[in-house]
């Protein structure tokens, strides 16, 4: 049992203030007392009971926790300097366990007493457990609070098997994180469709199809008879039907029920809740009570946005100028990666009601809004949930929808346009035409005109708004709509944080590389379901981003998608003004012979190319080739053993040497043979962007080395490393690395810088702005802080060489020159070549 922590105020004078006593340090509980201070900081004392040993945190967010997006201290909501700069005296790990209505005091498991003059109560909701045989055995959960969390992970670390028993909201939360960390999962419902109370039919198929895609096993229909056990812990779930599931872990997840037990012994009235009024004031004028344990107008609410209208009720009434609390309509979002699904309202039509529905099954997209008496009183929205704010808008309201009733399951922006239909010029219109009361976070119960007075306050940027009024700082789908307001509140004064990919997506270039890994995503679609893209099949931008992320994340596992990549890279050639191509072979290190310039000649002539022309990286790059030449042109030049320069690609494109100590009288080293063996070890690598290198034989840098990506300038001890320059419009010169004795040791860091680039920088993103961002001392540090981490990306380099070689154009090549047939003969093929090149038609 965990010993209770007190975290007394500081704060001076209390003793002339009321006694604010608050059972339950929950989300409800402290948003109460949020607005009351909110409202006025210097009325109340307050003294808060959790039966929790922490500080209060956002309990809706455990999903993320469990599946591993987040960790407890991005969940928190009040630190322990909320409580302290507030002088709220916080006592928790130590439960109320009676309430002395006539004595005005609570009393604690630990035997502490408290007085007050005025009690709320915010105990919340308690699981519901099957009382089924073996339902106590060890190893059976529920989910309700961070102690669960931490069991299922324990659980996890073992792998095997889970069953959560229960596919509502929170089983299939429970169950999507215990998947994520590796477990077998088999959700039992009892019903025949998931989440019934949110889901119609179709819906509930959908989700129910999706899941089972994913590797869990969904069983509806399936009533629990038993929970199995041998040695004093779970192995199993018999149903009554006769099957049976194995189990190392049993979440039960089926239900909650308000907590009462305190406000029932204390004699208060409770019904299925603690019964209170509009103003959440209990059967005792001195007791109020907020959150799932209430029973308002009859209804209970398991849900978290009608505690954010309770929470307001109760403070204008504490601080006396009450409102009332009428009840609300609520809305629900699953919190599943790459699973959209929105449900608000009543969706069980019935009698005057006529539902409108749009099916898109190529997309995964289901829509169904139900009208009646020409208002809009339900909605189900699954693989696109973009227009669900507007629907719970017009919803809550009880607006007169039968002037937009044609364009009306369209959404928001056809609607706009009246029955004709029409989209919006503008993204952000649909979201300016909301009102200022519409719900913008439905996680912490923030309205579109919160948000905007927060921006017009002075949050200008995303972080701010997030930590300011904590629109968008939970589950994140509403970011998307925070964004769209700072647009039209602040127009180009907007302060941009970390830029997104791409307008798909909310997340950054290092969000996606990092989701990427921990997620095993492996697929362009299955990342962008995985990460809520918000096309359905991303757009230029993202699309050859995504496809360079999977090749350097995953090397050898992920097959090469043409169609994403530029045109350039599709064509292995340079598109120019005229619509035709520039063809670069590769020269290694500038050096050429006979066989390789005759074959260029005779492609010249063959094709009528116009133009030859010497390049900055000493090649020879041939012009006006026609697109329907290209495959026979590469064939040719292939023949004589030329492979792709990659002129065109995001890619190595050249090492430039100077003659170096073979010829020149100022030579310090042989730059070109240096030259030739690091273009033949990094030709094509694929990168965020080009890369250019360059060896000088000696500091007079004939070859341009201090302003190339990796430049290394020979000097009579050994051999400068540079990098992070370039030419161009904006020139940069090179930062020095390091400096290094040998050739090998040069390969070496030269390899391991690269991959450290592959690895950390946004794509289309040179090394000189990556250098920029980041800083110099930050990749020294990641490259030679640890005596082994050059060697380790080295060796991951060279793997994902393997992949990115072109084996075929090498073995042309093998004729002439023995090393670099060595050296291609240890790499597997990776198809750009000729043969399997994706022409554009």
Known sequence: MNAPVSFPSSGSGQAQLERLVVIGNGMAGCRAVEEVLARDPARYAVTIFGAEPRVNYNRIMLSPVLAGEKTFEDIVINGPEWYEDN?????SGDPVVAIDRAGQTVVTRSGRTEAYDRLLIATGSDPFIIPVPGHDLPGVVTFRDLDDVDRMLAAAENGGSAVVIGGGLLGLEAAHGLALRGMQVTVVHLMPTLMERQLDEAAGYLLKSE?????????????????????G?????????????????????????????????????????????????????????????????GTCYGLVAPLWDMCRSLADHAVGSPSGYAGSV???????????????????????????????????????????????????????????????????????????????????????????????????????????????????????????????????????VRSQCKASASCGSCTGLVESLLALTLGDEVQSGPKSLCKCTSFTHDDV???????????????????????????????????????????????????????????HANIQKDGTYSVVPRMWGGLTNPTELRAIADVVEKYNAPMVKVTGGQRLDIFGIKKEDLPAVWADLNAAGMVSGHAYGKSLRTVKTCVGSEWCRFGTQDSTGLGVKIERMTWGSWMPHKFKIAVSGCPRNCAEATIKDFGVVCVDSGYELHVGGNGGIKVRATDLL????????????????????????????????????????????????????????????????????????????????????????????????????????
Not at 211 to 231: F, K, M, N, P
Request: proline letters at 3%; glycine letters at 8%; one cysteine or more.
């Open 87 to 91: 002088g709220i005296t916080l006592v």
């Open 211 to 231: 899941l089972e895609r994913r590797g869990q096993t969904i069983v509806t229909g399936g009533d629990t008879a038993e929970i199995l056990g041998t040695d």
């Open 233 to 297: 812990h779970v192995t199993g779930v018999k149903l009554k039907d006769g099957r049976e599931f194995p189990a190392d872990i049993v979440v039960m997840a089926v239900g909650i029920r308000p907590a009462t037990t305190l406000a029932r012994a204390a004699g208060l009235e409770v019904e299925r809740g603690i019964v209170v009024d509009d103003h959440m004031v209990t059967s005792d004028p001195a007791i109020m009570a907020v959150g799932e344990c209430v029973q308002h107008r």
């Open 330 to 464: 609520t809305s629900t979002k699953l919190k599943v990666s790459g699973i959209d699904l929105f449900s608000a309202g009543d969706f069980s039509g019935g009698d005057g009601a006529e539902d409108i529905v749009m099916r898109d099954a190529a997309r995964g997209i289901y829509k169904r809004v139900i009208v009646k008496d020409d208002r809009l009183v339900g909605a189900v929205l699954y693989g696109d949930t973009a227009d669900g704010a507007w629907y719970f808008d017009l919803l809550k309201k009880g607006e007169d929808v039968s002037s937009i009733r044609e364009a009306l399951i369209f959404g928001q922006a056809f609607a706009a346009g009246g029955a004709g239909g029409g989209a919006l010029a503008n993204p952000n219109a649909a979201v300016a035409a909301l009102s200022d009361d519409a719900e913008i976070c439905g996680c912490n119960g923030v309205s579109k005109g919160k948000v905007v007075a927060t921006i017009q306050q002075g949050a200008c940027s995303l972080d701010a």
């Open 513 to 571: 590389r990092r989701l990427i890994l921990e997620k095993d995503l492996k697929a362009i679609p299955q990342v962008m379901q995985e990460l809520h893209w918000t096309t359905p099949h991303g757009c230029a931008s993202c699309r050859p981003a995504l496809n360079y992320y999977l090749l350097c994340a995953w090397p050898g596992e992920y097959e090469d998608e043409q169609h994403s990549r530029f045109v350039n890279e599709r064509m």
């Open 738 to 841: 390091c400096k290094v004795e040998t050739e090998d040791e040069a390969m070496e860091v030269c390899s391991a810088f690269i991959q450290l680039y592959r690895e950390q920088a946004h794509y289309l993103e040179r090394t000189a702005p990556w250098i920029e961002r980041v800083g110099l001392e930050s990749v020294k540090s990641a490259l030679f802080d640890q005596p082994e981490t050059v060697a380790t990306l080295a060796a991951r380099f060279r793997h994902s060489q393997q992949f990115m070689q072109s084996d075929p154009w090498a073995e042309r090549a093998a004729g002439r020159d023995a090393e670099l047939h060595q050296h291609m003969a240890e790499v597997r093929p990776f198809p750009t070549n000729v043969q399997q090149m994706e022409f554009a038609k």
